[in-house]
């Protein structure tokens, strides 16, 4: 296909999954406008400027602003005209106070595009909602467009993981196209053309099937974490090794490792709230029961936190308050700058509570974390925070942890206490050095 037979696409909602989606499709050789509602996220990424962290993401910014294929706006009247393809990639949280999807972005975003569809065109859902919303929205659709019925409605979820966004939006696994219709097909194949040219597998079906693949696949993630979890819960009352158990596990190729490794368990803005969504939502439409389990899921994560703390608790000798914690790690995971719904923060502000005199130090995520919880006390390093330390936690394992020699923390804590929330550091190298190490799952 020639680059004049391009569609012209639009994305909507340049957050971590659209500006990462908007980037990337520009470097492919599309014409892109991103569009938000946040006009100062707008002004960053139209000067090149990525808000959020993640890697190889602000080199190919740069590249796709210089090649003039990509631009940003928060005029919908501008992305209407020029998108031959839409796609939607606005936030769908937890609702306050509920296990539901706040869909209210979702539906803010597809009625102002809505407004302004006067011609032929594809609306592409990307964000994660649940089941049977996509239906509902291509009814939106066709009453508020001007071009009613030659609007049409497709889901394609989005699997990308923070911290390898590009490679995984340029490489994926797979594609999903939720499709009502061929043409809606063949569109959704010239604007993925050059990944399916890789011989990317792709799964077409329908809209439902689309919606629910994306949960279905978080649910499965999550629930493997907390099987290991659970497993580990079962360790500590028996005075077992989940770290041997997971290994042994492992080997197995029909369990895998992958998704296996104990600790402090998942957060993020994903795999929390859509597990609750979908929960929620399976109640709703009357079989709460067969996902019922997601519940449970759940229940053994938050474990975690608490467990972890009754660990630091232990090494002090029973005592949290007025001592002193050093805190590694407040993203919530690795090689990313986000804190929505971070076990280590949630850990540290737990501890910070308890009258401990928390300190956090994390590699990417400090403005983040001081923005949205200015009580915490932080450090520009991870000797910094320790220094005069009770106990040493490490809570988020970033490389850069594991790379911490113990005799050089040793030397700027007042004890050589730690306890690894992520299994990220070798036990027998930390004791011989002569540090008190305890880890979740492990005697
Ligand atoms: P985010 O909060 O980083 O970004 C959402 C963006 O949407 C924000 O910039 C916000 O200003 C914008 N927005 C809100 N209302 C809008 C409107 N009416 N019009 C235009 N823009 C609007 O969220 P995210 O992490 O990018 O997630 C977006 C969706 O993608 C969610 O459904 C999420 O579950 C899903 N998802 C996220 C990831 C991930 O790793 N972050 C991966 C797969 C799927």
């Not at 539901?100 to 869909?103: G, S, V």
């Given at each position: 296909m020639g680059e004049a037979e391009l569609p012209r696409l639009t994305v909507i909602g340049t957050g971590y999954l659209g500006a990462t989606h908007a980037v990337c499709m520009a470097s492919l050789g599309y014409d892109v406008v991103g569009l938000d509602v946040d006009s100062k996220k707008i002004e960053r990424l139209q000067a090149g400027e990525v808000p959020f962290f993640e890697p190889g993401l602000p080199e190919l910014l740069s590249k796709a602003l210089a090649s003039g294929r990509l631009r940003f706006t928060t005029s919908y009247e501008e992305a209407a005209e020029h998108g031959d393809i839409h796609f939607v990639c606005v936030g769908t949280p937890q609702q306050p106070g509920s296990d539901?999807?706040?869909?209210s972005y979702v539906d803010a975003a597809v009625r102002d595009l809505a407004a302004h569809l006067t011609r032929r065109c594809l609306v592409v859902g990307k964000s994660t909602v649940p089941v049977n919303t996509a239906a509902r929205l291509a009814g939106l659709l066709h009453e508020l467009a001007p071009a009613g019925e030659e609007v049409e409605l497709a889901w394609n979820p989005e699997f990308l993981r923070e911290g390898f966004a590009v490679d995984d939006t340029l490489k994926p696994d797979r594609l999903v196209f939720g499709v009502a219709s061929e043409w809606a097909h063949e569109r959704l194949a010239a604007a993925f053309q050059p990944i399916l040219d890789l011989g990317t597998p792709v799964v077409v079906t329908d809209l439902a099937t689309a919606e629910l693949v994306k949960v279905a696949a978080n649910s499965f993630l999550a629930t493997k974490i907390s099987y290991i979890n659970a497993m580990a819960e079962v360790c500590e009352a028996t005075g077992a090794d989940v770290r041997d158990l997971a290994k042994a596990l492992a080997y197995d190729d029909r369990i895998g490792?992958?998704?296996l490794q104990p600790g402090l368990g998942f957060g993020g803005g994903c795999l929390p709230k859509d597990i609750r969504a979908f929960a929620h939502r399976a109640e709703e439409i009357g079989v709460g029961q067969a996902v019922s389990f997601l519940r449970e899921v759940d229940a053994i994560n938050r474990r975690r936190r608490s467990r972890t703390i009754d660990l630091v608790r232990e090494l002090l000798g029973g005592q949290l308050a007025g001592k002193r914690v050093a805190c590694l790690g407040a993203a919530f995971?690795?090689?990313?700058d986000d804190i929505r719904d971070a076990p280590a923060l949630d850990v540290a502000r737990t501890m910070h509570g308890l009258g401990a005199n928390v300190r956090v130090y994390d590699p990417a995520a400090l403005d983040n974390a001081r923005r949205t919880y200015p009580e915490l006390r932080y450090g520009t390093s991870a000797l910094d925070v320790a220094q005069d330390a009770d106990v040493v936690v490490l809570l988020t394992e970033w490389a850069e942890f594991r790379e911490i020699e113990p005799s050089a923390l040793a030397k700027v804590v007042k004890h050589t206490r730690i306890v690894d929330g992520r299994h990220a550091l070798d036990a027998n190298t930390w004791r011989a050095e002569g540090w008190e190490y305890r880890a979740l799952g492990c005697p």
């Open positions: 539901a999807c706040d869909l490792g992958r998704f995971k690795p090689n990313s």
